[in-house]
């Protein structure tokens, strides 16, 4: 290993759908934060890990920062700034179509208490006019002293390595804290349920708002056979929710399962059996006892 060695750790930040989840995929070349239009689709902090000959990128991936409604909305929010503690940079991102909002202001205020160097990565340009991109930058800049201001797009690439070389300069000198080919420490359980949650987001669009949750019963090989036997049961807050996942005939649910066996198949190198289930669980994003049973830690608050 070179004696020059860096690694550290990197918060992502920014108010929902700037597109952080689709940085982290860029970067790593592998799905392991589930993309959405939709807001708030991360929910826990999820560590993306970029390994060079010369450096390692650990990515945590936060909640986006918006009001809360709810115990659920308190918990993302409150994860998103407990991040920015721990960690050796901050990447700010917003996105270059919406301009400066109240949201963004609240995150600046935020960060003013934050002593690492933060970079203000504007996503999405390739959805804007280059004309638009410097008053914007102008303006960011105006708002906190960044250590560098990088326009990319996440999902083509574009300037993607660009940022990438300059938070490297950043890096402190350090170990390499996971092996080369390590991408990210969820369990794979966790991720699983990701890819169904991220189904389920896409094909009910504005029915289900964000009240589902995906619980992994089991994951089990067959015997005598390279079939990975995968159960999982999705949670929804109305009986009225149960019926739009499961469609007409449940041909909703099928499409959903299809869809999210074959990332499953992607993510485990093998062929998967799944077996979806809906069950009612009335208000659960407020009752603190299901949040914990769903993965969200008290602790974290």
């Known amino acids: ?7 550290g750790f990197i918060a992502i930040i920014g108010r929902p759908n700037v597109g952080k989840s689709t940085f982290m995929n860029q970067v790593l070349g592998q799905k392991i934060a589930i993309m959405s239009d939709k807001p708030q689709t991360t929910r826990n902090k999820i560590q993306g890990v970029y390994t060079t000959d ?61 002593n690492q160097p933060i970079f203000l990565v504007i996503n999405k340009i390739d959805e804007v006019h280059p004309d638009e991109l410097l008053p914007m930058i102008e303006e960011y800049k105006n708002k906190l002293n960044f250590q560098e201001i990088i326009p990319i797009s996440a999902l083509n690439g574009n300037n993607v390595n660009r940022l990438l070389e300059v938070m490297e300069g950043h890096l402190p000198e350090g170990p390499q804290f996971y092996p080369e080919d390590h991408i990210t420490d969820h369990p794979e359980r966790f991720i699983i349920s990701e890819l169904v949650r991220e189904k389920v987001l896409h094909h009910t669009r504005e029915e289900i708002p964000h009240s589902i949750a995906v619980v ?86």
């Open 1 to 7: 290993m070179n004696d020059n060695f860096r690694s």
């Open 54 to 114: 010369h450096s390692q990128f650990v990515f945590i991936d936060t909640p986006g920062i918006h009001k809360p409604k709810h115990r659920l909305g308190d918990f993302m929010v409150q994860s998103s700034i407990n991040a920015l503690n721990e960690v050796d940079l901050v990447m700010f991102m917003v996105n270059a179509k919406e301009g400066f909002g109240r949201g963004d202001q609240f995150i600046i205020d935020k960060l003013k208490n934050v």
């Open 216 to 301: 992994i019963e089991g994951i089990q090989g067959q015997e005598n056979s390279d079939v990975i036997d995968v159960q999982a049961t999705i949670i929804v807050e109305r009986k009225s929710q149960k019926g739009i996942i499961i469609g007409k005939q449940g041909q909703m649910l099928r499409q959903i399962g299809s869809e999210a066996r074959k990332d499953i198949e992607n993510l485990l190198g093998s062929k998967v059996y799944l077996e979806l289930w809906v069950k009612v669980q009335k208000d659960w994003r407020n009752k603190m006892h299901q949040l914990r049973d769903f993965g969200y830690n008290e602790d974290d608050y």
